[in-house]
């Protein structure tokens, strides 16, 4: 008698469980991929941060000044922080053209002289110069 090829065979054994760890190196590259983003992303986010320190400072200085010419000075150390020296130092005409290339706003050279007349308590000047604070582009090229 012949015997049956399907007695031979046994029952089916199901695969054990894969494991996770260790990990495939695939894996390691990508975990090292998003750790470098996360480290540059920090970094840079870090470093805008301590660039516009300055201006921050500038805005909470000048929400509680009330002089214009303190105002003035508080611009002038900005162009001084951000840009160069010889700005600041420049005559008037050139100086109202620098801070209307910085600020985005229109300054007469008539404004910047009445900063110099003892009785000059101007609000609206304080809120231009407040303003030009705000809007004060820290990034844009300036030729001396």
Known sequence: MQ????????????????????LAPAWWVIIALLFLTL??????????????????YAIALSQSEQNPQQLHIILKR?????????LAAQPTAKWCT??????????TEQEILS???????????CEKFRQGIKQFKVKEPVHV
């Open 3 to 22: 015997t049956n090829p399907l007695d031979g065979l046994h029952d089916i054994i199901a695969p054990s469980q894969v494991n996770w760890w260790p």
């Open 39 to 56: 480290c540059t992303a920090i970094y840079i986010f870090y470093k805008k941060h301590k660039f516009k320190k300055p201006k921050r």
């Open 78 to 86: 900005l162009v001084l922080e951000y840009y160069d020296k010889r």
């Open 98 to 107: 620098t801070l209307n290339t910085l600020t985005g706003l229109n300054f």
């Open 115 to 125: 900063l110099y007349n003892p009785n000059q308590k101007d609000t609206t000047l």
